[in-house]
């Protein structure tokens, strides 16, 4: 897995390729390792650069994973012995590299083992507090320097620490949250209710296929579940959503009674908005396989553009999207939302509505975007929804739904809602 992250996969696709060849309790192990040394990887490489005498530099890319794995399990994971992780290290070091890279192994994972982190030094974050963050916290400098000119040190402290733990599991449900509760625990499913968010319940990752069997539910972020609420669409009316996989707000609007044409321009994130309405039954949501930029329809009343972006409030979830990310990403980003924007607003009749939507915390994809399209588009204005759509503390300024994980310690989301001007 961490090979074909390295090789440009993403650590989601990499996992379900492999997981079918395991069983259960190595699979959940499997994802706990790679997703683990994703999640802190400049910590564990901070750890191994103090142990490696000529640094990290002088090791084959195999053996600087396997490292990781080594120091990962010893230092986050009880369940795993320490003996047994040393001696898998060394045995996959051999069989990368050879018996130097064995040996080399071996001794920086016992001493690891001896002396846990007191033989490392970090940078404490009262004297250097980005290179404490990049190293202990794990997070790219470059990504720290953007979010340090925006937010105070002890913010961005809360955000990385955020963004290292282990995420919960959570799942949107269509119908009475309250009788879906009653039904888990009567099965004895421990679930909690989101309080921010209505349609959201939090649930043991061991149970949820056994959810997903008793409930009308979709797995889902609570910050994606409080965009469809966000939307305060009238009861049955249409919608269209471009971008629509995985379809995790297509089925939540359909199960809700919307007829909804859910968009996507590749085969395969099609295929799993087909699995869902296939699982849920959901016959009200139509999936079309097109080009978002150009969609083959005339006019829409509203329409949901959940657009690509840098998925920088979801770094808890995908670890390995620190990693990817690029400033220049960025900026490609951001010139594909606003085509997909100009495109979407040509779709929408007046007095109708089109709700733009990320999962990224960064000002140029949100409330800039949003900015600019308006600048462009004067046919369009900020139209919050009606109160008690969501909780008002989920929004921020103009009506925006802004969702920071830091402050309300749940994935980032941003939604805002435009409405075409009546003439």
């Not at 130097?100 to 846990?116: F, I």
């Not at 400098?141 to 002890?154: C, F, H, S």
């Not at 396989?289 to 979830?317: E, F, N, W, Y």
């Not at 995908?318 to 990310?325: E, I, S, T």
């Amino acid at each position: 897995m961490l090979r074909a992250v390295r090789r440009g996969s993403f650590a989601d696709r990499a996992f379900e390729r492999v997981a079918p060849s395991l069983g259960v309790a190595d699979r959940r192990l499997a994802q706990e390792l790679a997703y683990g040394v994703l999640r802190l990887r400049g910590r564990l490489d901070h750890i191994i650069e103090c142990l490696v005498e000529g640094g990290s530099r002088r090791l084959e890319a195999d053996v600087l994973d396997i490292l990781r794995l080594g120091a990962y399990q010893l230092l986050e994971l009880d369940r795993v012995p320490a003996y047994a992780a040393v001696a898998d290290a060394v045995e996959a070091a051999k069989q990368a590299a050879g018996k130097g890279a064995a040996s080399l192994t071996n001794a920086v994972l016992r001493r690891l083992d001896r002396e846990s982190t007191s033989a490392v030094t970090f940078p404490q974050p009262e004297q250097d507090p980005i290179a404490h963050l990049t190293t202990w916290g794990s997070h790219p400098r470059w990504l720290l320097e953007r979010w340090l000119t925006r937010w105070p040190v002890a913010d961005v402290e809360r955000l990385v620490e955020y963004n290292n733990r282990r995420p919960a599991v959570y799942v949107s449900v269509a119908g009475s949250r309250d009788r879906t509760l009653e039904r888990l625990r009567a099965a004895g499913i421990q679930a909690e209710p989101i309080e921010r968010v209505p349609v959201s319940l939090r649930v043991e990752a061991s149970a949820l296929q056994r959810v997903l069997e008793l409930a009308e539910a979709v797995v889902q972020d609570p910050g994606a579940g409080a965009v469809v609420d966000y939307m305060a669409l009238d009861p049955g009316s249409p919608v269209v959503d471009l971008c629509a996989a995985p379809g995790g707000k297509a089925a939540l609007l359909a199960a809700r009674g919307h007829e909804v044409w859910a968009f996507d321009s590749v085969r395969a994130r099609v295929a799993r908005l087909l699995e869902n309405r296939a699982r849920l039954k959901l016959w009200r949501l139509h999936v079309v396989l097109a080009d978002s930029m150009r969609p083959p329809l005339m006019k829409a009343q509203a329409v949901l553009l959940d657009a690509p972006c840098s998925g920088t409030g979801t770094l808890a979830r995908r670890p390995d999207g620190r990693w990817r990310l690029r400033p220049r990403d960025l900026d490609m980003l951001v010139q594909v939302q606003r085509r997909l924007l100009d495109a979407a607003a040509q779709l929408i009749a007046p007095g109708g509505w089109l709700v733009y939507a990320t999962c990224s915390l960064e000002p140029e994809e949100n409330e800039e975007q949003v900015s600019a399209f308006l600048s462009r588009e004067p046919d369009f204005e900020l139209d919050p929804p009606p109160a008690g759509s969501v909780s008002a503390e989920l929004l921020g300024q103009g009506g925006v739904l802004q969702i920071l994980p830091h402050r309300h310690g749940l994935d980032g989301a941003y939604a805002a809602r435009l409405r075409r001007r009546v003439d």
